[in-house]
């Protein structure tokens, strides 16, 4: 067999045996890639790239939640200053506006008791009050130019507050229940005893000419008994706070339940009112409760 | 008794015929096919020039698919073709054949190997693909084929033909 050799040193057979190989190495190549040759670069570039793209995934979740948490927190404080700065508006605007408030529900609570008193009630603002001083007492803004007279009956919701002392043209003056010179005929509910109130100051007054054999509880509500024609009967004065036995008669104290202290609007009887009215402070007794069996 | 190699000429003319025939039956697939396994297992084989036999073989494996056009990705056919041809070379020169009978087994197992090296290969290359029934009619065919191939390259001309 004469073998030829190349000028770079090889056989003839060599070079077609490298051929072949090459022919054959590079079919297989070709078959092995497959229906898409760059799906296998792609695969492979992803399963390399596989790592790098989680660790960048993640690195981007976490910028993106940490300035997702940062916008949250700046947009959180704006919103926290704002809300402080209509926090403190409000507060400011409420403080205003409380004491007409406080007049308008006053004025509500006064419109209801005159609805429910079938008198012609006139009502006058509080514009003083001398209460501290000795017969101190509360000047209205009203006076003869609201027809206005003395021993006129002057009651608020809570209940009675006194009587018109004096009258000016423009203003009256308040004797208080609890003034030591005030009197007003009341009447003890339970019993329907009849007494004569004194005051003893400090939303405090005795009532007098009870009798011991009176049997008066401690939490008794006291009404008017009409009988001094300058309130009708049945008007709240107060509840009983002590009990003690005298020589001839009971000395009972009573807490006033109108708010002295606190008024700042009035209701006004007409003078010398009829005796009986529809009694709009009448407290509902509690039914005795019946024992099992009994009719 | 040992049978001697065919001509070289003789050889690359006959792979050149069915080569040309692999294209003219391309309007018929089954003959196209024999025609086709005939060219790789049979007539491209040579024991001592594997270049030659795996260009033919690689020639038949590109006519066929490309007569076809079915697939996607070419190559398959003809890179399992260069394979079993280098295959039945080596074979050849391996074992060099001592009678017909031996030669038809040999063809029977090649052509096994081929149908399931074809189908790899074209599943590689692209994708899935139906079996089909080729392998069958090949099969079948062995005989005629086989048996053409033995008087023409082995045992020369029939006396009768003269």
Redesign the interface.
């Known amino acids: 067999m004469v073998v030829h050799r190349s000028k770079w040193g090889w056989s003839r057979a060599g070079w077609?045996?490298l051929?072949?190989i090459l022919?054959?190495l590079g079919?297989?190549i070709?078959?092995?890639?497959?229906?898409?040759?760059g799906g296998h670069w792609t695969r492979l570039a992803d399963t390399l790239a596989r790592p790098s793209q989680h660790l960048a995934s993640r690195w981007a979740q976490w910028r993106t939640t940490r300035k997702e948490a940062a916008r949250d927190f700046v947009e959180t404080r704006a919103e926290n200053v704002r809300l402080t700065a209509e926090l403190a508006q409000l507060r400011t605007q409420a403080a205003q506006e409380a004491p007409r408030l406080a007049e308008a529900d006053e004025a509500v609570r006064l419109l209801g008791l005159k609805r429910q008193i079938p008198l012609e009630l006139k009502a006058a603002r509080v514009i003083f009050s001398t209460r501290p001083a000795t017969y101190g007492g509360l000047i209205l803004d009203r006076g003869r130019d609201l027809d206005l007279v003395p021993d006129q009956g002057v009651l608020v919701p809570e209940g009675i507050v006194g009587r018109l002392w004096s009258v000016g043209p423009t203003q009256a003056k308040v004797l208080l229940a609890d003034a030591p010179n005030a009197s007003v005929a009341v009447m003890l509910m339970r019993s329907r005893a009849t007494g004569v109130l004194q005051g003893l100051g400090s939303g405090r007054a005795l009532i007098r000419y009870i009798s011991n054999q009176e049997v008066v509880q401690v939490g008794e509500a006291v009404l008017t008994s009409g009988l001094d024609r300058v309130f009708p009967r049945g008007l709240l004065v107060g509840y009983v706070a002590e009990v003690v036995p005298g020589d001839l008669e009971l000395r009972v104290q009573v807490n006033l339940s109108a708010p002295l202290d606190r008024i700042s609007t009035v209701l006004l009887l007409p003078f010398q009112p009829p005796l009986e009215v529809q009694p709009p402070f009448v407290v509902q007794e509690p039914k005795p409760q019946r024992k099992k069996g009994t009719p | 008794m040992r049978i001697a190699a065919p001509s070289a000429t003789r050889q690359n003319l006959l792979c050149a015929v069915t080569l040309g025939l692999v294209f003219l039956t391309a309007p018929f697939p089954r003959i196209q096919f024999v025609v086709h396994v005939l060219l790789v297992l049979a007539l491209a084989p040579r024991a001592g020039s594997?270049?030659a036999g795996?260009?033919w073989a690689?020639a038949a494996g590109w006519a066929l698919e490309g007569t076809l056009r079915l697939?996607?990705?070419l190559?398959?056919t003809?890179?399992a073709d260069?394979?079993l041809a280098?295959l039945a070379g080596w074979m050849a020169g391996r074992w060099p054949l001592e009678g017909v009978k031996g030669w038809f087994a040999r063809l029977a197992g090649l052509l096994a190997a081929h149908t399931l090296l074809v189908h790899l290969?074209v599943r590689?290359?692209?994708?899935p693909h139906p079996w089909g029934f080729g392998w069958l009619w090949a099969l079948v065919s062995l005989p005629v084929w086989g048996w053409a191939v033995w008087r023409l390259m082995y045992t020369g001309p029939s006396p009768r033909l003269g």
Do not use: D, E, N
Not at chain 1, 30 to 37: C, D, E, F, N, S
């Open positions: 077609q045996r051929v072949l022919l054959w079919h297989g070709w078959v092995l890639l497959g229906p898409y040759p | 594997p270049l795996a260009l690689g697939y996607p990705h190559g398959g003809a890179w260069m394979t280098l290969a590689l290359a692209s994708g």
